[in-house]
C-alpha cells in the first residue's frame, strides 16, 4: 500500500525525504496559482520525483457546493481549470472535502441542498472524466459542515450521480468524530479510492499521528486488510508548519510499522 501526505506545495521536497510514497495538494492553492505560478510547479514536482495522487481541500467557501451561492457555470469553469491541472500534475483523483463550502443556513431547505451537491459533484465529474479522473465523495465531520457527514450518506450520493468516475474517500478520523464505528467501512471499501488517516486531540484538531495513535491505527489496518483494500492511505493533519520534518518523518515511520 502507498503512504502518502497531504501538503502544501511548500513541503512537496521535504514530504519525499520524510519518506513518503506521494503528496495530495490542496486543490484551492492549485486553482489560484497563475499560469506561470503552476508551470514552475509542474517542473518542481518532476525535479524532485514524487507523484502528486489527489487533491485535498478542493475548494473555499468562494465556491459553494450547497447553499445560495451556488452556480453551476463558476462550478464547471472552477473543474475545468482544476482537472486540466490535475491532469498535467499526475493526478488521478479530485476529492471533494472543502467543508467551509457545504455549510449551510440554518433551516436551508435539505432536499434543495442534496439536489445541488449532487449537481456540483455531477459537473465537476463530466469536467474529470475529459482527463480520466476520479472524483471522489468524502463524508465530513458534522462539526465541520451540514452536507454529508456520514459515510453511508458519501455512499448514497455516489450511487445517486451513477458516474462511473465518482467513487468514494473514507477518512478514518471523520468517522471517529462523528462516533461512527470503523467497522462500518468494511461494505463500502470496494468503492474507495482513497484513505484518509490523522490523529484526533480533544479539540477535534488533526495532528500528525504517532504511537499514541497505535491502537485506532491497528484497527484501521485491520480492516483495511479483511476488506482486501490496498491502494493508497493519506495522512491528512493540520497543522504542517510546525517542525513538519521531525513529525513527518515520525508519523512515516509509525504508519509503516502498522500497514504493509
Do not use: W
Given at each position: 500500500?502507498?503512504k502518502?501526505?497531504c501538503?502544501?506545495s ?8 520524510a ?5 495530495v ?6 486553482a ?6 503552476f508551470?514552475?510547479l ?8 514524487i507523484?502528486?495522487?489527489g487533491?485535498?481541500?478542493y ?10 451561492g ?17 491532469y498535467?500534475l ?10 467551509a463550502?457545504?455549510r ?6 435539505k ?12 459537473i ?6 475529459k ?6 465523495i ?6 465541520y ?6 459515510i ?6 455516489m450511487?445517486?450521480?451513477d ?13 471517529k ?10 461494505g463500502?471499501?470496494?468503492y ?7 490523529g ?5 484538531n ?11 491505527l491497528?484497527?484501521?489496518?485491520s ?7 490496498n ?30
Amino acid at each position: 500500500m502507498l503512504k502518502g501526505l497531504c501538503v502544501f506545495s511548500k513541503n512537496i521536497e521535504n514530504a519525499k525525504k520524510a519518506g513518503f510514497d506521494y503528496v495530495v495538494l490542496p486543490g484551492f492553492e492549485v486553482a489560484a496559482m497563475s499560469d506561470e505560478s503552476f508551470e514552475k510547479l509542474v517542473k518542481e514536482v518532476k525535479e524532485i520525483d514524487i507523484p502528486v495522487l489527489g487533491y485535498n481541500s478542493y475548494c473555499k467557501d468562494d465556491l459553494p457546493i450547497v447553499g445560495d451561492g451556488f452556480n453551476e457555470e463558476k462550478t464547471a469553469s472552477y473543474a475545468a481549470l482544476l482537472s486540466k491541472r490535475a491532469y498535467e500534475l499526475g493526478i488521478k483523483n479530485i476529492g471533494i472535502g472543502a467543508p467551509a463550502a457545504r455549510r449551510l443556513p440554518k433551516d436551508y431547505d435539505k432536499i434543495k441542498a442534496y439536489n445541488q451537491g449532487k449537481k456540483f459533484i455531477s459537473i465537476t465529474a463530466y469536467e474529470a472524466r475529459k482527463y480520466g479522473l476520479n472524483v471522489l465523495i468524502e463524508g465530513l465531520q458534522k462539526y465541520y459542515c451540514d452536507f454529508v457527514n456520514y459515510i453511508p450518506e458519501a455512499y448514497q450520493l455516489m450511487k445517486d450521480i451513477d458516474r462511473t468516475n465518482v467513487k468514494m474517500i473514507i477518512d478514518f478520523y471523520h468517522m471517529k468524530v462523528n462516533g461512527e464505528e470503523y467497522q462500518n467501512a468494511l461494505g463500502l471499501l470496494d468503492y474507495c479510492k482513497d484513505v484518509h488517516i490523522s490523529g484526533c486531540d480533544k479539540e477535534r484538531n488533526r495532528p500528525f499521528v504517532d504511537e499514541t495513535d497505535a491502537e485506532d491505527l491497528k484497527l484501521i489496518s485491520s480492516i483495511l486488510k479483511k476488506g482486501g483494500y490496498n491502494l493508497t492511505l493519506t495522512l491528512e493533519p493540520d497543522n504542517t508548519d510546525e517542525n513538519f520534518m521531525e513529525k513527518a518523518q515520525n508519523s512515516y515511520n509509525v504508519i509503516n510499522k502498522y500497514f504493509e
